[in-house]
């Protein structure tokens, strides 16, 4: 007889248990783009470690030059599949701290119009999440004393920062971390009612540039003309980048992005995706995105160039009139299908090269660069999974795009051979990398059953 | 038989006293534009009127909305001209601070190459330059114990943020001020051999533009390509206010901007301009600016648009893939001939405004608007006082331009019907509005020596 009836009971009852978990492992400060939160990522680590001792998992904080690694490994339990559960406890910056109406770090549950929310920096992204996952585990550990297959986990603490520890460890650690399968748990609902498997994931190149003009600020009425404004010279080099028709300008930009099989456009098409609803949540009206492309297809199989950050002169109250030395900016870019991150970037560099004045110079700062994944569903493992997922929410679960960028789901594929099956329970709304950062209540609760469901599909893999 | 060489020993004998005294003053934070600073532009108020009573001034501080004003009185004696002297005891702000090798605020004398120098925020700009008159005429003072002129002293703390105060008093206290003529020293020598008389002044607009695309910052996995992104909404803007042969696009911009007339071109040729010499002692080599001028032209004679200030998104340590909400630059515009301020404010605000799309929103703050002044040297006091300029420094004073902007020129003009007779020992490497703000010595003691002279030939007007 199985067992997930009881263990779906033991989630209900102890749900309240789960979010006070959850809150514990919030109020941790873990930023990890921000040098003055390390030690709160070493003790968002050390929380995991203790979490998964907890539930008989033997874990170890595995330190690198950035911030710590998590591995914990079940006890092996032969002739069954072996999976790897992949999450990141750090979470972004929370600045503009102003918009946030309350602490960020003082997790809360709050009745909203769309149910009860969890509201706190990393609620969604990742921590409860990944939370879900190990809620899931405990279940079956103390309904049944063990796991329906065989887990090995891995935590990361640079997710948000573009990871530099990872591609090492995973090359250090081949033997230890290469199993079947990876499950990894940052993506979203299609939406509150219907669960997804993210099968296609945008690839992201990461680029920081410093104009230096003068070596020192200057007067704009002393050296007003003649000398050369920075700011000036990169709103021109960005203004560049994006033609009339919103299609990026860097030669060759465009290698490798192929256009959407018809079948996939016809199946995306049927979704009922409402573009006007999706810009009308964040007050917009007018898709800005490149011209011919659904909102969706934009979001999903395109590939774009976005301006992230952008500072030079004077920024404070009032006005100076400033001609300053430097103008910086920070540029990324979503890439899909089969662009070369490495080659976008020389490419994106040369261009700024030849934007310049003889005389001025400018600093490439590298902030990561992953291609696009997009996985094969032969792997019996996807459909027995979204049945999984369709029995939990009564409702078809969908494969599904996905705009962001989970560098992680390339590394394993090119690292340690490593398929990865995407499944998440993050809304549209959930205003991750946003001030109000929330994940819903019923998103974590279901979202652990939902796991539940899944770890006994997975052990019919074997 | 005159009383002049006496003063001007008398200048020479108490020079170091001179010296402290202005130290006292360059202690005193009084920067304008941050409103943290508040009470410190008091402070530097007060000082003066202090400093004005010790040399037998009635004066007082005048509040107002804003900082005050400092308005003082000599005693009247009839029959001599009455002159206006105008200066600014405000700062701008010292940001970046890490540049100064000094505290801005701590002031010092420090040997250079080219001579002894002040090393302070406002050494030059404008306390070291208003201090070379009240030492003037505390010499005159005390050597003779009257003034040559009348004379009325006013001193404002709001010039470097706009001056928002004063006109508004200026128009209230229009019988008090209107005098004969006004001395304003702000400007600078032609180089550090040969003084000049500033006749020409750029005018100066100041606006500010922040655009708001969604409501919240969003995450450009989720949004980026469909949902506008207000920094590159920004740049586009932005980059289209100069076309390619550096000309400012705005419509109807250039009404009002006059050929240089051929004399003065003429005269401005043969001042042997340095343009490598100047571009290359701050690191530049390139003339950047409207092609088909001359750097000295540029500077004087025509209109620029220059971008003082950027900002948005993400600018801290690290990367985050955020996508704006919102947007902003400070953007100034120097001025000449005829130009109008407000009209070219309501063309700028228009071209914005059509860039903007539809569901995007842009608010607008005003920083200042002030017409370019072209002075008549018609006035006799002009060649009396480029007479003394040439005695003082035993090299001929020239008539200049100014690439800089004195808009209280162009009130005492419009408000006071009153013309005003700039002359200033600053130079080009003071560095005023940047770090490392300095004076020359020589400036400072041959300033109040040449002020002392330039009173006694205004009395020869009478």
Redesign the interface.
């Known amino acids: 007889m199985s067992s997930l009836p009881a263990v779906l009971e033991h989630i209900d009852a102890h749900r309240d248990d789960a979010i006070n978990r959850l809150f514990e492992f919030l109020k941790i400060k873990s930023i990890s ?3 003055a939160f390390a030690q709160d990522c070493i003790s968002a680590a050390d929380w995991l470690v203790a979490e998964l001792a907890d539930i008989g998992i033997k874990a170890s904080r595995r330190d690198t030059p950035g911030h710590p690694m998590v591995v914990g490994h079940s006890d092996t339990i032969s002739g069954r599949p072996h999976v790897l559960f992949y999450g990141h406890y750090d979470v ?2 929370v ?2 701290l102003e ?1 946030w109406h309350r602490d960020p770090f003082d997790p809360a549950i709050e009745e909203t119009d769309s149910g009860a929310v969890i509201r706190a920096r990393g609620a969604a992204d990742d921590k409860g999440q990944l939370m879900t996952f190990i809620e899931a585990c405990r279940a079956w550990k103390q309904t049944t004393g063990e796991l329906p297959v065989n887990i090995t986990f891995l935590f990361e603490g640079e997710e ?3 990871s530099p520890s990872l591609v090492p460890f995973l090359q250090g650690n081949k033997e230890e971390l290469a199993v079947d399968l990876a499950l990894v748990c940052d993506t979203g609902m299609w939406n509150a009612q219907t669960p997804a498997i993210c099968t296609m994931l ?1 690839g ?1 190149l ?1 680029e ?1 540039i410093t104009i230096t ?17 920075p ?2 010279i ?3 080099i ?3 980048l ?1 033609d009339n028709e919103g299609r990026i300008t860097i030669p060759d930009f465009y290698d490798g992005v192929d256009p959407l099989p018809a079948q996939i456009k016809t199946q995306w098409d049927s979704l009922g995706f409402d ?1 006007a609803e ?2 009308g949540a ?9 011209h011919g492309y659904s ?1 969706l297809e ?2 999903w199989s ?1 590939p ?1 160039c ?19 030395s430097k ?4 540029v ?1 870019f ?1 890439l899909v299908g089969n662009q070369n991150p490495l080659t976008i970037r020389e490419n994106f560099r040369a261009y700024v090269q030849q934007c310049l ?3 001025c110079t400018v600093e490439f700062e590298d ?2 660069a992953s291609p696009a994944t997009t996985m094969s569903i032969a792997n019996a493992a996807f459909e027995n999974s979204r049945t999984a997922l369709t029995d939990e929410w009564n409702n078809d679960a969908v494969y599904a795009g ?4 989970i560098p992680v789901v390339g590394y394993f594929n090119e690292i340690l051979n490593m398929e990865s099956l995407l499944i998440g329970f993050g809304l ?1 709304d959930d ?6 950062e929330k994940y819903s209540v019923q998103s974590f609760h279901k979202g652990a059953r939902s796991w539940a469901r899944v770890l006994e599909k997975l052990a019919e893999n074997g």
């Open positions: 783009t921000d040098s972004q910056p600045d503009p918009l948000e920062s573009g945008r992201l990461g920081e003009a003068a070596d020192k600020d200057l007067h704009s009425g002393m050296f007003g003309g003649p000398a050369a404004n700011v000036r990169l709103t021109k960005l203004a560049g994006h573009e999706f810009l964040v007050d917009l009206a007018v898709n800005a995105g490149e909102a934009q979001l395109r774009t976005e301006f992230n950050g952008i500072e030079g002169g004077y920024t404070g109250e009032g006005f100076k009139t400033v001609l300053p103008a910086n900016a920070k990324s979503r004045p003889t005389d902030h990561g996905c705009g962001g960028s549209d205003q991750i990398h946003s001030p109000n």
